[in-house]
């Protein structure tokens, strides 16, 4: 059973930096879909990007590309969320979500329905 656990969240004046990590188990493919998602206050989920862990690929959010990457730890079973240029808008609960998928089709977009584990999220507070 595939399980993902988030961290790395916090407080940030605009302009700075936070880095994201989510640590994934309970998977024997290299062929995953790595999600990272945020939701603010009163707002639905969203995406931010969609990382296809077998040919390294990314979706990016147009709100958020050229600020943000993504990059994986094979070693440590870990995705990361490097965010630089953060904006007040960026403030939100970010979640880690992961799914095995076989062709990188059927993962990179924002449909959230086929991941089979979501984190519990790590909160980030971007201040002006």
């Known amino acids: 059973q595939v399980q993902v656990v988030e961290s790395g969240g916090g407080s940030v004046q605009a302009g700075g930096s936070l880095r994201l990590a989510c640590v994934v188990s309970g998977y024997t493919s290299s062929r995953m879909c790595m999600g990272w998602f945020r939701q603010a206050p009163g707002k639905e989920r969203e995406g931010v990007a969609i990382l296809y862990t077998y040919t390294n690929i990314t979706l990016w959010a147009n709100s958020v590309k050229g600020r943000f990457t993504v990059s994986q730890d094979n070693a440590k079973n870990t995705i990361y969320l490097q965010m630089h240029s953060l904006e007040t808008e960026d403030t939100a609960m970010y979640y880690c979500?992961?799914?095995?998928?076989?062709?990188?089709?059927?993962?990179?977009?924002?449909?959230?329905?086929?991941?089979?584990?979501w984190g519990q999220g790590t909160q980030v507070t971007v201040s002006s």
């Open positions: 979500a992961a799914a095995e998928s076989r062709r990188s089709g059927t993962c990179l977009n924002w449909d959230r329905n086929h991941y089979a584990a």
